[in-house]
């Protein structure tokens, strides 16, 4: 019944896992922690116990809900030569949209199952969404650390319920990604390790881009590729993407004067352009300082390249 109705709201995927203590995952984390991998994501240090036991999130949790929402749009910015943005930034920020539609499915359990008593996040909360996503089994981690479903693609937000209801648990899916190493041979940074399944996200155009409060390091000019917001890079060369539909969701269509911004364009961006270009966008969480950083290192590199040439 939840599964249907979350697919009757727009969500794609839906999987339930048993709330319980994450022993694996939370070795995994604290080592990569102690790697220094997040970089300047402090945030990522806090609530250790609460990231990885979701019964200290909601007492009594017995069953965590992941639920896959898709952003995929086929369409491309019009001039090649522009600053790129991620795809799931090309319409309204995600959080509020997912957020609105989460409340609407808990409440509506809530009136089918009685007194249940939960939370729902959708990236807002110390939860780790894909590991409880591959728990559920609507995806596996691939080599590039996202989660992939074999008919899906990789190209959909997650979010969760934690609930005090119980509920049967589904099972993992396998791993497909098999012999295939073309994130990591795409990765301009070489921020997924060799041997896939690691990222260093310090290295992460996304990272460099969006969680980067500080100058960009010059060891990555000429491999930021033109991004200047997020990266889609290894979802775009991965081959379980050919899977991809476009979504159908309004609000996260892309405006024509957005996709039309010339490379001069974003060179002279102003306040008032980016606000209201950018109105209610994911986008707006750098600012308009963060944009201008990252395009200014953009035409540095583009420079030091013709430089060298």
């Known amino acids: 019944m939840i599964k249907a109705k979350a697919a009757e709201m727009g969500f794609f995927l839906c999987g339930i896992a048993r709330a319980e203590f994450m022993d694996d995952e939370a070795r995994r984390l604290e080592k990569w922690l102690t790697q220094g991998y997040h970089g300047d994501m402090s945030y990522m240090e806090n609530h250790f116990d609460k990231r990885t036991d979701p019964r ?3 007492h009594g949790a017995k069953s965590v809900i992941s639920l896959a929402y898709n952003y995929y749009h ?12 991620s795809m799931y930034a090309f319409g309204k920020d995600y959080h509020k949209i997912v957020k609105k539609k989460l409340k609407q499915l808990f409440t509506w359990i809530q009136s089918e199952f009685g007194a249940v008593e939960g939370r729902y996040f959708v990236d807002s ?30 190209c959909f937000f997650l979010s969760e319920l934690i609930l005090d209801l119980e509920l049967e648990a589904d099972h993992p899916l396998r791993d497909y990604c098999g012999t295939c190493t073309r994130c990591i041979d795409a990765c301009p940074t070489d921020a997924i390790h060799p041997e896939g399944y690691l990222m260093d996200g310090s290295r992460c155009i996304s990272y460099l881009t969006i969680e980067l409060k500080k100058n960009l390091p ?4 000429e491999k930021m590729e033109n991004w200047a917001f997020g990266c889609d890079i290894c979802q775009s060369v991965c081959p379980w993407n050919r899977f991809s539909v476009p979504h159908s969701e309004e609000k996260f269509l892309p405006s024509s004067e957005l996709l039309s911004l010339s490379k001069k364009e974003w060179l002279t961006l102003d ?13 707006k969480r750098t600012g308009l300082e963060g944009i201008r950083r990252n395009v200014a290192f953009l035409q540095h590199s583009a420079d030091k390249s013709g430089r060298e040439e």
């Open 271 to 283: 306040q008032n352009a980016f606000e209201r270009i950018f109105e209610g966008s994911a986008v």
């Open 125 to 154: 909360a110390p939860v780790l969404e894909r590991d409880w996503a591959k728990r559920s089994g609507i995806g596996w981690v691939g080599k590039n650390t996202l989660l992939i479903h074999p008919k899906k693609g990789s």
């Open 218 to 221: 010059e060891e990555f000019a």
């Open 74 to 85: 086929p369409e491309k910015q019009t001039d090649p030569e522009a600053p790129k943005i």
């Open 56 to 58: 200290l999130l909601v």
